[in-house]
């Protein structure tokens, strides 16, 4: 290529980035209605640019959720659990452009999301007997306690099921970890469509790990020791377990360190704290990105 092409490239790729720029800075004018009273999705939508005094926060009635999570598990289209958040992110959006009482205008944005704990199980493929290579997992969501009894006994049941994967030789992610998935919607301004994007982290709970390894025989007890402990720690920080799936609040410093949690990239993904339970930010601003480039071709 030649030095005048080379310049020309250049500049092409420098209008290009500025197109999408501005393109971005006039999305981050726009209001925006926020499917969730959450202040950490309230901070994730901010820290990407967007004006706190233009962000409406709605609340989303939790049978809202239920019912799209109950919908999805009868229906298991994807055992594997990949679609779970997707969807109840997608019935919160839809729930907010059905609401007439908000009036929402078509230059407005909608954003919702989801995030939900995953636990995965080795199985057999429907049933079908086949060699322990050919074994793959399916995924349970974990839904959101009704009180903490419900919380404890569903903590409990996946230390549980870590511990004896472990004791058992398999140490795979999925087998000895919670891949811990957000799901996020979005209505661009003036158009109709709902996309939705989603990312994952993989927390490895390294203390449940080393009791095994410890060689403990009462390793139940100590399982509930962490547990109540898991709990304690919740309590202090003033986290209801009855608005978490699963019951525990892995955004916390306190329950990261009490578990000895390590961080894994589930994939390409990036780790970031948004994924935990609000928004998270450079894979919002690269949503924005994308969508610009394909406006403004």
């Known amino acids: 290529m030649s030095i005048e092409n080379s310049i020309l490239s250049f500049e092409g790729e420098a209008e290009v980035t500025e197109k999408i720029e501005r393109k971005i800075r006039e999305w981050l004018k726009a209001p925006v209605f926020l499917a969730s009273s959450s202040e950490s999705r309230r901070r994730g939508l901010e820290a990407v640019g967007f004006a706190r005094e233009k962000i409406i926060a709605c609340a989303v009635p939790d049978e809202i959720e239920t019912t799209a999570i109950d919908s999805y598990d009868r229906m298991m289209l994807d055992p594997r659990g990949s679609g779970a958040t997707s969807e109840v992110a997608r019935v919160k959006a839809e729930f907010l452009l059905k609401d007439s009482r908000l009036k929402i205008p078509s230059k407005a944005f909608i954003f919702s999301a989801d995030t939900m704990p995953l636990s995965y199980k080795r199985i057999h493929d429907f049933g079908i007997e086949q060699p322990p290579a050919d074994f793959y997992w399916l995924a349970e969501s974990m839904r959101k306690p009704k009180n903490k009894a419900e919380a404890r006994k569903m903590i409990i049941a996946l230390f549980s099921r870590i511990a004896e994967n472990y004791q058992e030789g398999l140490n795979s992610d999925l087998d000895i970890g919670v891949k811990v998935k957000?799901?996020?919607?979005?209505?661009?301004?003036?158009?109709?469509?709902?996309?939705?994007?989603?990312?994952?982290v993989v927390l490895i709970p390294q203390r449940i790990l080393s009791i095994i390894d410890s060689g403990g025989?009462?390793?139940?007890?100590?399982?509930?020791?962490?547990?109540?402990?898991?709990?304690?720690?919740?309590?202090?920080?003033?986290?209801?377990?009855?608005?978490?799936?699963?019951g525990i609040n892995y955004a916390l410093q306190g329950i990261k360190e009490a578990l000895k949690i390590n961080e894994k990239a589930f994939l390409n993904e990036k780790l970031e704290p948004g994924i935990y339970l609000g928004l998270p930010e450079a894979n919002l601003r690269r949503l924005l990105e994308e969508h610009a480039i394909k406006t403004i071709k």
């Open 182 to 200: 957000t799901s996020v919607s979005v209505r661009f301004p003036n158009e109709k469509d709902i996309q939705t994007e989603a990312y994952a």
């Open 217 to 246: 025989k009462d390793i139940h007890s100590e399982l509930e020791k962490i547990t109540d402990e898991i709990l304690d720690i919740m309590d202090k920080e003033g986290n209801d377990v009855t608005k978490i799936s699963g």
